[in-house]
């Protein structure tokens, strides 16, 4: 079964570096997004991604995020200047049309110390 | 603003058991909700989206109402079993680009 896949699994790095975090949507979706979940917090909404550019983002996607689909396959998250309140697991999601369901990779576990 | 809300917070039920997770909105303008399923440090597993001019949408023992009218969906879980154990969260879709999700149902089941 098509799945969306997140890498790496988990990634620390030091406050004030980049980070760059990548997925893999399912093939044939159009919409793509970033959530984050800060440890037992809800799940927010960061930014969703169509036809190349961002359709629609949240407060917490400021200046420090970007995202980017560099191919045909990948869609990264970069967070250019990490914050410890970065903390938190991101997901990917992608879907195949706006009423259709959205499928979420496993995570990738950013630790910022 | 959007805001969702999930009741209860945690549940605690014997196997085989039937049960409903409650799912409340404060806007009714939305495009459709769907109900997740996430274990401990895990991703979300979609279990049922259903589209805002729906009513219900069922897949084996799940079966998710909504009543757009009155803000609120429910999640009805028959037979339930421990492996059914997970955290719930209902997500609604305002407009099909953003997402808003409740802070979830943590159930247990009990052997």
């Known amino acids: 079964e098509p799945e969306v896949t997140q890498t790496p699994s988990h990634q620390v790095t030091q406050m004030g570096q980049e980070v760059i975090l990548r997925c893999v949507p399912i093939s044939n979706h159009l919409y793509f997004y970033w959530y984050r979940q800060i440890l037992g917090q809800k799940v927010e909404f960061l930014v969703s991604?169509?036809?190349?550019?961002?359709?629609?983002k949240s407060e917490i996607f400021d200046d420090q995020f970007s995202v980017e689909r560099p191919d045909g396959s990948n869609f990264t998250l970069k967070i250019r200047s990490t914050k410890l309140e970065d903390s938190a697991m991101y997901f990917c999601a992608s879907r195949s049309g706006l009423n259709t369901e959205a499928f979420f990779g496993q995570g990738t576990r950013l630790t910022v110390v | 603003k959007q805001e969702v809300t999930q009741i209860p917070a945690a549940l605690s039920v014997p196997e085989g058991e039937n049960l409903v997770l409650n799912c409340s909105f404060t806007d009714s303008a939305i495009y459709n909700l769907q109900w997740f399923r996430q274990d401990p440090g895990k991703g979300l597993t979609s279990l049922l989206l259903i589209q805002s001019s729906q009513r219900e949408q069922t897949s084996g023992r799940l079966n998710a109402s909504l009543d757009k009218s009155s803000g609120r969906s429910t999640l009805y879980i028959a037979a339930s079993q421990p492996g059914d154990s997970a955290t719930y969260l209902c997500?609604?879709?305002?407009?099909?680009?953003?997402?808003?999700f409740g802070a979830g149902t943590r159930l247990f089941v009990k052997a």
């Open positions: 997500a609604v879709s305002t407009g099909g680009f953003k997402t808003i």
């Open positions: 991604f169509y036809n190349n550019e961002i359709s629609e």
